[in-house]
């Protein structure tokens, strides 16, 4: 039975907790920008590239129902959501303490 090992702390992968860390580091931001013809978009930015923010984005768009991307660096929800993200990406298990809403 081989186990492979992480890179970057150097234990089993099922023993690996370097991506909880990441997520317990990251402070999030999540704020509102109006678009071209008044439309409202929901930006979410902060989320590091080791906690898979292409998965956290795909993953916020099925809940909310909404389109989005993530591009440079942050997440784009189309709409008003800054009530339901805090509440799913804790869910998606990031404190509490470390996303702040605009």
């Known amino acids: 039975m081989t186990s492979s090992v992480c890179s970057k702390c150097g234990l089993p992968t099922e023993l690996c907790v370097c991506g909880t860390m990441v997520k317990e580091q990251a402070k999030i931001k999540v704020y509102t920008l109006t678009k071209a013809f008044r439309k409202m978009m929901t930006v979410v930015e902060g989320i590091e590239k080791d906690s898979n923010p292409r998965e956290v984005s795909k993953k916020l ?31 998606q298990g990031f404190s509490e303490d470390q996303i702040e809403v605009e």
């Open 61 to 91: 768009k099925a809940k909310l129902a909404c389109g989005g991307t993530y591009k440079e660096g942050r997440i784009e929800l189309q709409g008003e959501h800054r009530s339901k993200v805090k509440k799913l990406l804790v869910d």
